[in-house]
């Protein structure tokens, strides 16, 4: 069966540490892979696309993995930062849609 | 740029009624929209694709009779929960995408309660 699987654990760092967080999938093939933040009674906020031919994707802060063969997605926070704090969904491409994951959340301690 | 709302950002109502959300793209033309759900601590799920002017497109398990979608200019797509329900409680959002590219950019969300 099809899957998409992040840390389903609540992932608690301190200020100022990178944060890594996980995205694995089973039976799907994407053409690209996106990652979004949503903080508590708010719709998901776009972060970061990644192409099946691009191994890499940075923006300020933030850096995205995409390794087809092991079927996973990294997503690193550098020098996090309390308002950093959300939960970050990832999601792939099916057919012109979008399957997400059920997200991790992240707490950025001071 | 590329900003989406929601009207309304909450709604109660009683279990019977109907229920109608908008969803705006104010700054560009959405030639697709889709329409998600999310219960609480849990994934978005997609309920419907809608293209301007062409009939939504319904997940499985998702019914087109009680979950009517409307998406008849390129900046407007409606979804109206009929004889809602309590079960029907959950978060709603849309989201908008351009033409061809893979971005989607997603609205605030509407919190509909069934009492």
């Known amino acids: 069966s099809q899957k998409i699987e992040q840390n389903s654990e609540a992932l608690n760092i301190q200020e100022g540490k990178t944060a890594t967080l996980t995205c694995n999938y089973t039976?799907?093939?994407?053409?690209?892979l996106q990652w979004y933040r949503q903080d508590p009674g708010r719709g998901p906020v776009f972060l970061l696309l990644?192409?099946?031919?691009?191994k890499e994707k940075r923006k300020e802060r933030l850096k995205v993995t995409f390794d087809t063969t092991l079927k996973q997605s990294l997503f690193h926070i550098t020098a996090s930062q309390p308002a950093d704090s959300a939960t970050y969904l990832c999601?792939?491409?099916?057919?012109?849609?979008?399957?997400f994951g059920q997200g991790t959340e992240l707490s950025v301690k001071p | 740029g590329a900003v989406v709302s929601q009207h309304p950002s909450w709604v109660i109502c009683k279990s019977g009624t109907s229920v109608k959300i908008e969803c705006r793209s104010l700054?560009?033309?959405?030639?697709?929209m889709f329409w998600y759900r999310q219960f609480p601590k849990q994934s978005l799920m997609l309920m419907a694709t809608?293209?301007?002017?062409?009939?939504?497109?319904?997940e499985q398990g998702v019914e087109k009779d009680k979950f009517l979608i409307n998406h008849a200019s390129l900046t407007l797509s409606t979804l109206t929960v009929t004889s809602a329900h309590p079960e029907d409680s959950s978060f709603y959002i849309c989201?908008?995408?351009?033409?061809?590219?893979?971005?989607?950019?997603f609205g605030p969300g509407t919190r509909l309660t069934v009492t």
């Open positions: 989201s908008a995408k351009q033409g061809v590219n893979y971005e989607q950019y």
């Open positions: 039976n799907y093939s994407p053409a690209y």
């Open positions: 990644i192409r099946e031919n691009e």
């Open positions: 999601a792939l491409s099916q057919g012109g849609k979008l399957i």
């Open positions: 700054d560009f033309q959405a030639t697709t």
């Open positions: 809608s293209n301007e002017g062409s009939k939504a497109t319904y």
